[in-house]
């Protein structure tokens, strides 16, 4: 009885390393990339200083090629949507460091989702290539 005790243990430990694996493996490939925002809008004003676990949200309208109003700012770590409402013409939209270029639909609104990353410092909003605003990241 003592051999096939042990052959039971033997086989337990086994499974439960097994499966601990599995549920890392898992977990990893669930992970959502740096930039991808996961939580649904709150009604927290970007510049309100607030933390929360939401989503913050400004919005925006293009205006003689620039953004109106021009300048956003929250902290580093905050997912964030920029909710711009087009001019007529298609566009794209960069911030330095937070997001690559993303069109902006000539007519209607666009919401470009990004998480605020960086050290603190004040980023250049592009249209086209040609600045359009600025966006500020504050310390945690």
């Known amino acids: 009885m003592g051999r096939s005790q042990g052959t039971a243990t033997t086989w337990l430990l086994r499974s439960a390393a097994i499966a601990a694996l599995a549920v890392g493996l898992a977990a990893c490939g669930e992970m959502p990339d740096k930039g991808t925002v996961v939580t649904p809008s709150s009604d927290a004003a970007p510049s309100s200083g607030e933390t929360t676990e939401l989503t913050h949200r400004a919005e925006a ?30 566009h794209t939209l960069a911030i ?7 069109t902006v ?36």
């Not at 205006?63 to 920029?82: H, I, M, Q, R, Y």
């Not at 330095?96 to 993303?102: H, I, T």
């Not at 086209?128 to 600025?134: E, P, Y």
Request: charged share 25%.
């Open 61 to 90: 309208s293009i205006v003689d090629g620039k953004l109106e109003p021009n300048l956003f700012a929250d902290k580093s770590g905050t997912a964030f949507e920029l909710v711009v409402t087009g001019d007529g013409k298609e």
């Open 96 to 102: 330095d460091q937070l997001v690559d270029g993303e």
């Open 105 to 140: 639909a000539a007519s209607g609104a666009t919401t470009i989702g990004f998480t605020i990353d960086g050290e603190p410092g004040k980023l250049d909003i592009t249209l086209d290539g040609a600045s359009a605003g600025t966006f500020e990241v504050q310390a945690p």
